[in-house]
T-cell receptor, first 114, second 114 residues
Framework: SQTIHQWPATLVQPVGSPLSLECTVEGTSNPNLYWYRQAAGRGLQLLFYSVGIGQISSEVPQNLSASRPQDRQFILSSKKLLLSDSGFYLC?????????????FGPGTRLTVL | GDSVTQMEGPVTLSEEAFLTINCTYTATGYPSLFWYVQYPGEGLQLLLKATKADDKGSNKGFEATYRKETTSFHLEKGSVQVSDSAVYFCALSDHSGNTGKLIFGQGTTLQVKP
């Protein structure tokens, strides 16, 4: 069966520090991968998605970047964090075979920027 | 562009009450529709989905019917439990570009009191 992992689960970082969040998927090949952010009390905002290794599409211009160095690994990064980067970051995957495919979410990383 | 609108929350109900959470959408074409649930501190879990008009998705006592004529996908449950307390997200699949992207509503918080 497929599983999705995210780490760390919780992170507290000072403003201006770098960021690296990692997401890995097991049990599937060539998934579509997604990064979402959920600010406190708000809905989900799609940040990046990837349909293959090295292929990244950005949905919202911002302070963050994403990379996909391996088929089942998706990394969210920042060189200098802002206060507004605080939130709950969720990674998701889908089979990518059909647009009706369900997205499956990881447990999330709660980031607090102080 | 495509969009999803959910009823404002929070929704507070007593145990065994009937639940309806309204969801309407705007889309070109024929999207698939989803309901996800997020329990406190966790990622999102798929609750149910429907891929074409008049389909009914169901799971754990929850139901939703894809109504193309009213562009709606309302979530219902006949008798809620305290354990149903969570945030519920309605979403549609974005068929453009075959990326499997989902567009989410803003979420509706449900609180069930004993």
């Amino acid at each position: 069966s497929q599983t999705i992992h995210q780490w760390p689960a919780t992170l507290v970082q000072p403003v201006g520090s770098p960021l690296s969040l990692e997401c890995t998927v097991e049990g599937t090949s060539n998934p579509n991968l997604y990064w979402y952010r959920q600010a406190a009390g708000r809905g989900l905002q799609l940040l990046f998605y990837s349909v293959g290794i090295g292929q990244i599409s950005s949905e919202v211009p911002q302070n963050l970047s994403a990379s996909r160095p391996q088929d089942r690994q998706f990394i969210l990064s920042s060189k200098k964090l802002l206060l507004s980067d605080s939130g709950f970051y969720l990674c998701a995957w889908s089979g990518g075979v059909s647009v009706t495919d369900t997205q499956y979410f990881g447990p999330g990383t709660r980031l607090t920027v102080l | 562009g495509d969009s999803v609108t959910q009823m404002e929350g929070p929704v507070t109900l007593s145990e065994e009450a009937f639940l309806t959470i309204n969801c309407t959408y705007t889309a070109t074409g024929y999207p698939s529709l989803f309901w996800y649930v997020q329990y406190p501190g966790e990622g999102l879990q798929l609750l149910l989905k429907a891929t074409k008009a008049d389909d009914k998705g169901s799971n754990k006592g929850f139901e939703a019917t894809y109504r193309k004529e009213t562009t709606s996908f309302h979530l219902e449950k006949g008798s809620v439990q305290v354990s149903d307390s969570a945030v519920y997200f309605c979403a549609l699949s974005d068929h453009s570009g075959n990326t499997g992207k989902l567009i989410f509503g803003q979420g509706t918080t449900l609180q069930v009191k004993p």
